[in-house]
């Protein structure tokens, strides 16, 4: 069972930024425990994502 933690702005700092180049068609895979964010879109074409999730009842 994973318990919600809120960072603050000086906790969330220790964290250093990590770009990842991907390709069209790769996938990138992490849980939501990742502090992330996706850069502004430059292009010209829609950036798709997919969230999927499970929820145990």
């Given at each position: ?19 990842i180049e991907m390709d069209e068609g ?15 879109n430059q292009s010209d074409t829609v ?11």
């Open positions: 069972m994973y318990r919600l933690r809120i960072c603050s702005n000086r906790q969330f700092a220790v964290f250093k930024p990590l770009s790769d996938v990138l895979c992490f849980n939501h425990m990742l502090p992330h964010r996706a850069a502004l950036r798709w994502s997919m969230d999927i999730q499970r929820l145990e009842i």
